[in-house]
């Protein structure tokens, strides 16, 4: 059975590790080893994830397997360029789960807490970015009735990849 519950700073090592390994697991065949180790040490540092924690726009949930991590989501509430012109929109800036959990509904669950966070916060729009080559990720998104609504450039070390704006609206829920 799948437990969430809400991360706190102490978290910020086990957040920071899970980063690494999930985004490593997922991007590093398409990725130089040099860009992958520059990315990871640009966002997921110990220190970076610690703040994060602390910032009162940032909201971070974990997803347990029993007792082991599963996955995480770090939402983010603050008006970005990409989000200006969306209708009192909430950013799904993370969702990740770790490689063996994929496909047993972890990612349902995170979604579905997403949503209701989004809900219980009276947002109308919830976005998100999501590599172009990430097929994976994109058909679960549309799943979950997300639409392109746009393009944007994501770094992964020096390379400039393009992300596709995704959002979500939520006058249907």
């Known amino acids: 059975m799948i437990g969430i519950r809400f991360a706190t700073e102490d978290d910020a090592e086990l957040i920071a590790e899970l980063s690494r390994r999930t985004f490593y ?6 990725n130089s080893k040099e860009n992958m180790d520059m990315h990871m040490a640009e966002y997921y540092a110990v220190e970076k994830i ?14 347990y397997d029993g007792n082991r991590l599963a996955g995480y989501v770090k939402m983010n509430e603050r008006i970005k360029e990409e989000s200006k012109e969306l209708e009192n929109p909430i950013e799904i800036e993370r969702i990740y789960a770790v490689k063996e959990m994929i496909g ?9 807490k997403c949503l209701a966070i989004a809900n219980e916060k009276n947002k109308k729009t919830v976005w998100l970015g999501v590599w172009e080559s990430n097929k994976r990720a994109i058909e679960f998104y549309t799943r979950w009735g997300f639409e392109k609504f746009g393009e944007h450039n994501f770094p992964v070390g020096n390379d400039p990849q393009k992300d596709w704006l995704m959002k979500k609206l939520l006058t249907d829920l």
């Open 25 to 30: 697991e997922s991007f590093a065949a398409q």
């Open 104 to 112: 047993k509904g972890v990612g349902k669950i995170l979604m579905e």
């Open 50 to 63: 610690r703040a994060e924690l602390k910032d009162p726009f940032h909201i971070f949930f974990m997803a």
